[in-house]
């Protein structure tokens, strides 16, 4: 084996080669975060699940990813960020198989944990390597390239995943969305290997362990309650853990200044948050996740729960916020920054604010008539924006990082987009759901008339229709505050003796009302989102003037680059 330590290494030559196999790594683990909501409802009659599992099948991937981003971008900068793509890449697809033939929920559930937790190590090398790995000059156009991959990954998990579960595959039912995961991986794991050229920092050179327990705690006493807090009714437990999140937050921080004061090697390297680029870079990306993080929650449950659209449909209609936050990415660091800096950010989030204000005006003009050409315009202005604000967003935070601090910057910065969309799911969630609480009256006046003359052409008496209306009434409240969508309430149980006509009346009334109701509830938590995007834009005015990005720093220098003879 050969290895150098070189102030200027020479640009690997299949440097480009091995961008695709990073993309298509990053885009498999992103691709299972929204990928599963898709199959929900298969899973749970197939293993026979309880709603409580299906939400840990989502949270469980969550939670494990999160707790090993920051953890899993310092191994890399120690161990090496290949070895760790490796052991991360492996892992993940050898738990995409646990997860495809799991027999019992608990067994899915342990899978998505580990699956999740393998992602978490796999990422922050994505981005390491990409910053390493490229000269200055072709930076920028990578990570436009990356974000274009962000944008792109959830609106696809839906699309994917709803074609996986339509075909049933060998009658496989929703197993082959996690078992597609399998030859993937098993053709990225030889390519990353002859591929992807070694490194490691040059000045991390022991693990931190006590800062490690402390992270990783950290991390999960915040995400847990936000994950589980609105379907358990936020008991004070949850806000006990957070208050607790907030102290071992406290607690690491002092400890990594004592480390890094004494023993160095600290597994977050808090000298980074002294540059104003890093500190607001990473304060803006918190508020921009945390206000996408709540809409595509509110989004998806508005497709699919409200206006009942099927995952293949939900997930086609969004594939304008797809392309357009590609073409996005992929113009905003080449051509906008270098020209308009900051501007750039501004124009990004204010766009992205324009397309929900424009789907929030059509959600409530049109309501449950809304159609997926309506919605083109709206989601492609939307993403646009997502697209200009996401890569030169990444690409400032990370321009002037130096090398060997790669992974650890990576690892924070990914933790940073998992807490946000964790606070923004928890918020918007808790927004959403006590609206459309308070708005359920609205459904029933919008459709109570239209049922009223179906009741009076069935030849009901008039007492025995109001009885029926007053259970229609009760039923469309209860719906809308119930906390597991999948059980009928009481109110909606249909009455013996009950004519078919007559249920059928009932059954297309209540779903034109928990349209109504999710349409209007849909439209008013757009405007939370947007306050928060617009206060992005205010943000944007922290950071400095001209913005300093990739494509404009020296070669990261003081990094061990090791190759092997083969390179």
């Given at each position: 084996m050969r290895t150098t330590s070189e102030l200027r290494p020479t640009p690997d030559r299949r440097r480009w080669l091995a961008l695709v196999v990073l993309l298509v790594a990053g885009f498999m683990d992103l691709l299972d975060v929204t990928i599963v909501n898709v199959a929900l409802p298969t899973i749970q009659s197939d293993l026979n699940a309880p709603y409580a599992d299906l939400e840990w099948v989502v949270s469980g991937y969550l939670l494990g990813f999160a707790a090993l981003l920051i953890t899993g971008g310092r191994l890399g900068d120690l161990v090496g960020r290949k070895t760790i793509l490796l052991v991360g890449l492996t892992l993940f697809t050898l738990a995409s198989l646990a997860c495809g033939i799991a027999p019992d929920p608990a067994w899915l559930i342990a899978a998505r944990i580990v699956q999740g937790a393998t992602a978490g190590l796999m990422i922050p090398q994505i981005l390491a390597i990409m910053h390493v790995s490229f000269p200055a000059d072709e930076r920028g156009k990578v990570l436009g390239i990356w974000g274009g991959v962000l944008g792109s990954a959830s609106v696809a998990g839906l699309i994917v995943g709803g074609i996986l579960v339509q075909a049933n595959l060998f009658d496989w039912a929703w197993r082959p969305i996690f078992l597609v995961n399998v030859p993937v991986g098993m053709l990225a794991i030889p390519?990353?290997?002859?591929?992807?050229r070694q490194s490691r920092s040059a000045t991390a050179d022991r693990l931190d362990p006590i800062g490690t327990v402390l992270a990783i705690g950290a991390v999960l006493l915040l995400a847990y309650p936000l994950t589980e807090g609105r379907t358990l009714g936020w008991p004070v437990w949850t806000f006990a853990l957070i208050a607790a999140?907030?102290?071992?937050?406290?607690?690491?921080?002092?400890?990594?200044?004592?480390?890094?004061?004494?023993?160095?090697?600290?597994?977050?390297?808090?000298?980074?948050?002294?540059?104003?680029?890093?500190?607001?870079?990473?304060?803006?990306?918190?508020?921009?996740?945390?206000?996408?993080?709540?809409?595509?929650?509110?989004?998806?449950?508005?497709?699919?729960?409200?206006?009942?659209?099927?995952?293949?449909r939900a997930g086609l209609s969004a594939s304008p916020f797809a392309v357009a936050a590609a073409a996005g990415a992929g113009s905003s660091v080449q051509v906008f920054v270098p020209r308009y800096g900051r501007m750039v950010l501004f124009a990004g989030a204010m766009i992205n604010a324009a397309g929900f204000g424009l789907y929030?005006?059509?959600?409530?003009?049109?309501?449950?008539?809304?159609?997926?050409?309506?919605m083109f315009a709206p989601l492609a202005i939307s993403g646009f924006g997502f697209g200009l604000f996401v890569a030169p967003t990444v690409d400032l935070i990370l321009s002037g990082v130096p090398g060997h601090d790669a992974g650890s910057a990576s690892g924070q910065l990914s933790t940073i987009q998992q807490v946000g969309m964790a606070l923004g799911v928890a918020l918007a969630g808790v927004f959403f759901f006590t609206q459309l609480d308070n708005t359920s009256g609205h459904g029933t006046t919008a459709t109570i008339p239209t049922l009223q003359q179906q009741l009076t052409n069935l030849d009901i008496p008039a007492t025995a229709r109001d009885q029926i209306l007053g259970q229609f009434r009760a039923c469309v409240h209860d719906r809308s505050t119930a906390t597991d969508p999948t059980a009928v309430p009481s109110s909606c149980q249909p009455r013996s003796g009950q004519l078919d006509p007559l249920q059928q009346a009932l059954t297309r009334a209540g779903r034109e009302a928990n349209?109504?109701?999710?349409?209007?509830?849909?439209?008013?938590?757009?405007?939370?989102?947007?306050g928060i995007l617009i206060a992005v834009a205010a943000g944007v005015f922290a950071l400095p003037r001209r913005l300093t990005t990739a494509s404009e720093t020296s070669w990261p220098g003081r990094d061990s680059v090791a190759s092997d003879a083969m390179h």
């Open positions: 390519a990353a290997m002859v591929l992807v999140a907030a102290l071992v937050l406290v607690a690491f921080v002092a400890f990594e200044r004592r480390r890094t004061a004494t023993v160095g090697s600290p597994l977050v390297v808090l000298n980074l948050f002294r540059e104003r680029t890093f500190s607001v870079g990473m304060a803006v990306w918190l508020l921009f996740w945390i206000a996408l993080g709540g809409y595509f929650l509110v989004w998806t449950l508005y497709l699919q729960a409200g206006l009942g659209w099927t995952p293949l929030l005006y059509l959600a409530a003009h049109y309501g449950s008539g809304i159609t997926s050409v309506r349209a109504h109701n999710m349409s209007r509830t849909f439209a008013q938590t757009l405007w939370w989102a947007i």
